[in-house]
C-alpha cells in the first residue's frame, strides 16, 4: 500500500474510531483495539497518530490533560505484552463493524497472531 493510500485508511480508521467510541476508547478494549489495529497496513507511527487520536479526554491517563509521544510509545509497547484473545478481538471488531467499519479479511486470529 503506498503512502497516500495509507494516509487514505488511516483517516478511515479515525473515522470508524470516533463513530464507535465517541467517548474515547475504555479501557478493556485497548489491547483487543491494538491487536486489531496490527493485522492492518498502519505503520508504527500512524498507529501512534492513532493512539493519539482516540485517548478519551477524561482518560485518567492524561492528568495533565496532555499525551506526548513518549507516553503513546510506552503505550503501544506495553499493550504488546497481553493477550486480547479472541472473544475480545470479535467483540471490538464487532463494535467497530457497527460503526461502518469494513472489517473483511482482517480476523481474529490474524489480530491475535499479530501480538505474537
Known sequence: MDFVATSSFLSSVLRWLQAGYPDG???PDRV???A????TPLTEEQLAEVVHNITASKSNGLA????????IAEF???MTHYDAGPENIRRVAATLAAAGWPLAGVSAEEADASQS
Open 25 to 27: 476508547v475504555p479501557g
Open 32 to 34: 483487543p483495539l491494538l
Open 36 to 39: 486489531l489495529l496490527r493485522s
Open 64 to 71: 495533565d490533560s496532555e499525551i506526548d509521544h513518549d507516553e
Open 76 to 78: 503501544i509497547s506495553d
